[in-house]
């Protein structure tokens, strides 16, 4: 089915029986499920909370690990764009410390909550199975989560030493 017929079944249901079957409804309501879920977290306060946490770390590297940790973490259920505008200010006790680069840091927590974005249950890793071909969804779904796993365990401990231990240049 070409784009164009997509919009019009959209627009006029009634022209395109059918078009609703197709539609990855398990997909579409496991985004919107993590988006709404990642937005009650926000809500409730636990933003605010674990910024407290990293404020009261008193290690600059630990709690920038942290931060990468959480980026990692939250990321892999959300939009990862949309989730670098609440993460951020996470970091910015860390931020302010003298002692490490601002854009080091903002780096790393960057690239760890970015790597996860294969994850099945975030907005473009579930574009990714809802157009996946030649696999079992389900088969595809466990290895996506898998590869992400290994991503969050190891991504952003990588992140902190590339970009603030070392300090690559970017």
Known sequence: MQKNEKVVALIAPSKQDGIL???PWGVIFLVVGMVTYVGVMEKIGVISYVTGLIAN???PLMATLAVSYVGGFVSAFASTTGFLASVI???TPILQDPTLSANNIISAVSA???IVDLSPLSSAGALLLANVQGIKERVFFR???????VF????PGLALLLF???GMPW
């Open 152 to 155: 969050i365990a190891f991504g």
């Open 164 to 166: 603030v231990v070392i």
């Open 89 to 91: 200010p996470i970091a």
């Open 57 to 59: 770390m008193g290690n």
């Open 143 to 149: 290895q996506l989560l898998l590869t992400i796993g």
């Open 21 to 23: 079957k197709e539609m």
């Open 112 to 114: 760890s909550a970015s």
